[in-house]
């Protein structure tokens, strides 16, 4: 890396061929991040308010409907509504966040991530779709009215945004690779 390149001190974290240091792809980096803090921010919004006879009221987030199903004992479900809607999400944005900076664009390694990233834009809306299921089961309830709130339009937004995102790095990888 030459001496007189601008902020050589705060480019060491990155490879030197990745895709933060190309002009088109620069961007990426800080979107996954903004979009982890969307993310994060709709797991504790509420999602939705559950009204019971017209007099009990609930607003519930899909942070405590993860705790709730834990605490129930109801660990299948548990695993499955922490995993598709928090961890995979997550791990998906800090993936994206990886290859960004530390992947080598034109090699192996950029070729292998192009798969990667295919892979896990594969399963994008799985995240949305269980956010969706625990809508439309508490409206199915006969005892239940439910209210929906930004909770669920934060999730699907940062849904919509990680698809994006993967779909970008895809393309720089791929334009990285064959060397444009």
Known sequence: MPENEPLGAVRRWRHPNALA??????????????????????WFLPIMTLTRF??????????????????????????????????????????AGWVWARVDAASGGGHRAVRLMEALGRWSMIDVFVAALIVVAVKVSLVADVGVHSGIYV??????????????????????????
């Open 54 to 95: 017209w007099f009990w009221s609930d607003r519930v987030s899909l942070w405590e409907t993860a705790v709730g199903l834990l605490e129930q004992g109801e660990i299948l479900l548990f695993l499955i509504v922490a995993g598709f809607s928090m961890v995979f999400p997550a791990a998906k944005l800090l993936a």
């Open 155 to 180: 999730f699907a937004a940062a849904a919509a945004g990680s698809i994006a995102l993967m779909a970008w790095i895809g393309r720089a990888l791929r334009r990285a690779a064959a060397g444009a």
């Open 21 to 42: 240091g190309r002009p088109g792809a620069f961007w990426i980096g800080p979107l996954a991040a903004a979009n982890l803090a969307l993310l994060v921010a709709a």
